[in-house]
């Protein structure tokens, strides 16, 4: 009896990983731990090859409201990382996506808003993605994540593209003026 319900409960588990989204479980559980040793290797380097590029770009929400996005980029020999913030009414915003040899390894997002000097409402998420694929979420604080629809993977894919592309302009513009 006792066997049968070992043998039940490891079925039970079985199931309920191969049932799990993807940003509630660990494919590789060491990942984030090796994508976080990387990005402090990789950001406390003094490769100064290639000094950072920053960018301000003004914008309009969809209302109208002229915002202003800061971007930093910094390019080493095989990392790369982009820094983007902005503020819109009285929410901060910023995302940061980290780059080894040219693919995504990490990427996050925040968003806080400060309704009085004692109150703040914010949420952090930090994606680890391997070959393109998320592998790990972890987040804190109310917001998307909460939503049973919410597609992390999808979202974070369609974004960083649209970064990426609106980065390679960004250069391109910056090395016609120069």
Do not use: C
Not at 3 to 27: C, E, G, H, Q
């Amino acid at each position: 009896m006792k066997l049968l319900k070992v043998a039940f409960r490891s079925v039970f588990m079985a199931i309920l990983l191969l049932n799990t989204p993807v940003d509630a479980r660990f494919i590789d559980s060491d990942y984030p731990k090796t994508v976080r040793a990387i990005l402090d290797k990789k950001e406390s380097s003094d490769d100064l090859t290639h000094p950072p590029k920053t960018f301000d770009v003004l914008k309009h929400t969809p209302g109208g409201q002229p915002f202003k996005e800061q971007w930093i980029y910094h390019q080493r020999s095989d990392y790369q990382s982009i820094e983007i913030s902005y503020l819109i009414s009285s929410t901060h915003y910023s995302e940061s996506y980290s780059l080894l040899n040219r693919a995504l390894i990490y990427a996050s997002e925040s968003e806080y808003t400060e309704y009085s000097p004692d109150s703040i409402r914010g949420l952090q998420i930090s994606y680890f993605v391997k070959g393109g694929k998320l592998i790990h979420l972890s987040s804190t604080g109310h917001g998307k994540t909460e939503d049973d629809a919410w597609e992390p993977e999808q979202e974070l894919m369609t974004r960083y593209k649209k970064r990426i592309q609106e980065l390679q302009r960004l250069i391109r513009a910056h090395k016609n003026s120069n």
